[in-house]
Nanobody, 122 residues
Framework: VQLQASGGGSVQAGGSLRLSCVAS????????IGWFRQAPGKEREFVAH???????TYADSVKGRFTVSRDNAKATVYLQMNSLKPEDTAVYYC?????????????????WGQGTLVTVSS
């Protein structure tokens, strides 16, 4: 299993970025993919998830600003981030959970991508 996250960068508050997570080595279309983030000195926290059926959940802090989507033909999950705030600054990770029923905690995940840094300046 390999996950390759990309798309991070530096933006000003109010700007947008789209992160990508390209997967390989497993039946991508049958798995949940989750996005987490980790700010300096803080624990890794849940951002969003998308199931193989397209069901989505979001952390309260990003609802209405972030959208997760997937393209099974490309084995890729996207995280569109709009109206970015300085508090969104973090390294963003995509991951594959161990089961289909638990996906909101870092310990639920078996595989992680390498992370991509998002920096939002005020």
């Amino acid at each position: 299993v390999q996950l390759q996250a990309s798309g991070g960068g530096s933006v000003q508050a109010g700007g947008s970025l789209r992160l990508s997570c390209v997967a390989s080595g497993f039946n991508f279309e049958q798995y949940i993919i989750g996005w987490f983030r980790q700010a300096p000195g803080k624990e890794r926290e849940f951002v969003a998830h998308i199931s193989w059926t397209g069901k989505r959940t979001y952390a309260d802090s990003v609802k209405g600003r972030f959208t997760v989507s997937r393209d099974n033909a490309k084995a890729t999950v996207y995280l569109q981030m709009n109206s970015l705030k300085p508090e969104d600054t973090a390294v963003y990770y995509c991951g594959v959970p161990r089961t289909a029923t638990q996906y909101a905690r870092p310990d639920d995940y078996a595989y992680w991508g390498q992370g991509t840094l998002v920096t939002v300046s005020s």
